[in-house]
């Protein structure tokens, strides 16, 4: 069990310009989460998958936002035209299934930073 | 989604038994409660969950109380690694994600 897997860790960008964050969950974790959190303020619910299918986007989710998680697999959350106010620790987070409970712990990774200048 | 109350910060002095307290007034009978903390540079981390008994694992005791509208997170004997910043969750038993609140900074003085 390597953990939640980030990349990259920290990503400098101009406004305007598109980036693309991965998350590699734990092995066999069917379900995946990203969260944004900004300096002082808990982690914010972006969205979440289980396995392929994207289940549930938080209405904060702009258009400029998506993420993917084709395979079942790893997941890329992508920011087009980014904002200053995009600026933050986007944090992916995976769980497995306990047969039909939700409340099997959410392992986070360690995030990666975003400043947008 | 039901919200938690959480004291903005505690203190605590090292080795000795921590009580963090979480006030959920609004909790459905299929919430359950989930803490989670958060050390700093790291994402957020697991302690322990409950519905309505008590529960112990190897890292901390949660106390819900007969009611459900308030339960307290207990850790025996603090220690300088346990300073973090601790999140009280109700989390509904039909949906995957977690809403965090703003949670409490624990600090520790050695």
């Known amino acids: 069990d390597t953990g939640v897997s980030q990349d990259p860790r920290h990503k400098i960008t101009k406004r305007g310009q598109n980036v693309t964050f991965r998350c590699d969950p734990i092995?066999?974790?069917?379900?995946l989460y990203w969260y944004r959190q900004t300096l002082g303020q808990g982690p914010e619910f972006l969205t979440y998958f289980q396995n392929e299918a994207q289940l549930e986007k938080s209405r904060l989710l702009s258009d400029r936002f998506s993420a993917e998680r084709p395979k079942g697999s790893f997941s890329t959350l992508e920011i087009q035209r980014t904002e200053q106010g995009d600026s933050a620790m986007y944090l992916c987070a995976s769980s497995t299934r306990m047969q039909s409970s939700y409340n099997s712990p959410l392992h986070f990774g360690n995030g990666t930073r975003l400043t947008v200048t | 989604d039901a919200k938690t109350t959480q004291p903005n910060s505690m203190e605590s002095n090292e080795e000795e038994p921590v009580h963090l307290p979480c006030n959920h007034s609004?909790?459905?009978?299929?919430?359950?409660i989930h803490w989670y903390r958060q050390l700093p540079s790291q994402g957020p981390e697991y302690v322990i969950h409950g519905l309505t008994s008590n529960v112990n694992n190897r890292m901390a005791s949660l106390a819900i109380a007969e009611d459900r509208k308030s339960s307290t997170l207990i850790l025996h004997r603090a220690t300088l690694r346990d300073a973090a910043v601790y999140y009280c969750i109700l989390r509904p038993g039909n949906t995957g994600k977690l809403i965090f609140g703003q949670g409490t900074t624990l600090q520790v003085k050695p």
């Open positions: 609004t909790i459905s009978g299929t919430d359950y």
């Open positions: 092995s066999e974790h069917n379900r």
